[in-house]
């Protein structure tokens, strides 16, 4: 009688005996770990990597900007410095053209001011203006203005100062009424001196009614 072979019940196998075992194959993992931790590594180092390209670029990009500031702040210094200076060129340019233009020439002006000055009389300012006179019912009309500031010991030195500036040809030119003006200060105890100022008007005449019937 043949013996018979032991047979183990498939949903219980004796995993000692390994014939009786199914073939199951060991995968290993470990290099998949690692791959991704070495992919992890390399996708921050790029990271970081983009970073500090964009950092040096962008301090660059400031530097470069800083630059071109500076040298726009020195360019718009020295081109305002010249706008000011022609601003001022212009200004004096504007006054002596507006000097030029009056009815009185200007070495003219102050010659005869020399002339007629009593000899104890002291200018410390002489000022020329212009401006636009208006009257209700009249047209504008334009003034010219003198005005002459000093000192004098006397006031007859002052009355007969204004007398011979009231008589001068040159202060009534034709076509102008000439008025003239004065206006004092009182005595310096000290300096005995008395401060005065003059001022001369020079308007132009007022059309007269035959001019204006010919206009019409």
Same mark, same amino acid.
């Given at each position: 009688?043949?013996?018979?072979?032991?047979?183990?019940?498939?949903?219980?196998?004796?995993?000692?005996?390994?014939?009786?075992?199914?073939?199951?194959?060991?995968?290993?993992?470990?290099?998949?770990? %690692? *791959?991704?931790?070495? =992919?992890?590594?390399?996708? @921050?180092?790029?990271? &970081? #990597?983009?970073?500090?390209?964009?950092? $040096? +670029?962008?301090?660059?990009?400031?530097?470069?900007?800083?630059?071109?500031?500076?040298?726009?702040?020195?360019?718009?210094?020295?081109?305002?410095?010249?706008?000011?200076?022609?601003?001022?060129?212009?200004?004096?340019?504007?006054?002596?053209?507006?000097?030029? %233009? *009056?009815?009185?020439? =200007?070495?003219?002006?102050? @010659?005869?001011?020399? &002339? #007629?000055?009593?000899?104890?009389?002291? $200018? +410390?300012?002489?000022?020329?203006?212009?401006?636009?006179?208006?009257?209700?019912?009249?047209?504008?009309?334009?003034?010219?203005?003198?005005?002459?500031?000093?000192?004098?010991?006397?006031?007859?030195?002052?009355?007969?100062?204004?007398?011979?500036?009231?008589?001068? *040809?040159?202060?009534?030119?034709?076509?102008?009424?000439?008025?003239?003006?004065?206006?004092?200060?009182?005595?310096?105890?000290?300096?005995?001196?008395?401060?005065?100022?003059?001022?001369?008007?020079?308007?132009?005449?007022?059309?007269?009614?035959?001019?204006?019937?010919?206009?019409?």
């Amino acid at each position: 009688m043949s013996r018979k072979k032991e047979l183990q019940p498939n949903w219980r196998p004796n995993f000692r005996i390994q014939s009786t075992l199914p073939d199951i194959k060991v995968v290993r993992t470990d290099f998949i770990i %690692n *791959s991704v931790a070495l =992919a992890l590594v390399c996708m @921050a180092f790029f990271f &970081l #990597l983009e970073r500090e390209y964009r950092a $040096f +670029s962008m301090r660059g990009t400031i530097e470069h900007m800083e630059q071109r500031i500076r040298l726009a702040e020195t360019a718009d210094k020295h081109s305002l410095q010249l706008s000011q200076r022609f601003r001022k060129a212009t200004q004096h340019v504007i006054e002596l053209q507006r000097f030029y %233009n *009056s009815p009185l020439p =200007a070495h003219d002006f102050l @010659a005869e001011l020399a &002339l #007629l000055k009593p000899k104890d009389l002291i $200018f +410390s300012n002489v000022k020329l203006s212009e401006a636009i006179y208006k009257e209700k019912k009249n047209p504008a009309r334009m003034q010219y203005k003198i005005q002459i500031s000093g000192d004098v010991p006397e006031l007859t030195l002052l009355n007969e100062f204004k007398g011979v500036l009231q008589q001068s *040809s040159l202060l009534n030119p034709q076509g102008f009424v000439s008025v003239v003006d004065e206006r004092m200060q009182s005595r310096d105890v000290k300096t005995r001196i008395i401060p005065f100022e003059i001022s001369i008007a020079l308007t132009t005449e007022k059309p007269s009614k035959a001019a204006k019937g010919g206009k019409e």
